[in-house]
Nanobody
């Protein structure tokens, strides 16, 4: 079983930056198919970013502001978030084994417990 532990969330002013981390451990996981989702209050969980192989994919709402990266030695995936906006406020989740189903990203593996990001105006 894969364990995913997120960290790095917090409170930041609009225009600020945060870097989220997701450390993976367990029997089997693929750091090459890990990614990030988020869920704002009263809204459905939505895809944010993933890096499959050498290609990165982002939600339109975060393109140009967020960057996903990974460290295969540390088994950790990062999400660098710049120019944060109040609408980025959400619980951010790390997930394992993402795949594209039609026009939506789905998760075949595990989820982390989430980390809260709050952006004040």
């Amino acid at each position: 079983q894969v364990q995913l532990v997120e960290s790095g969330g917090g409170l930041v002013q609009a225009g600020g930056s945060l870097r989220l981390s997701c450390a993976a451990s367990g029997r089997t996981f693929s750091i090459n198919t890990m990614g990030w989702f988020r869920q704002a209050p009263g809204k459905e969980r939505e895809f944010v970013a993933t890096r499959i192989g050498f290609s990165a994919y982002y939600a339109d709402s975060v393109k140009g502001r967020f960057t996903i990266s990974r460290d295969s030695v540390k088994n950790t995936v990062y999400l660098q978030m710049n120019s944060l906006k109040p609408e980025d406020t959400a619980v951010y989740y790390c997930a394992d084994r993402l795949q594209m189903d039609g026009d939506r990203w789905s998760v075949l593996g595990s989820w982390g417990q989430g980390t809260q990001v709050t952006v004040s105006s």
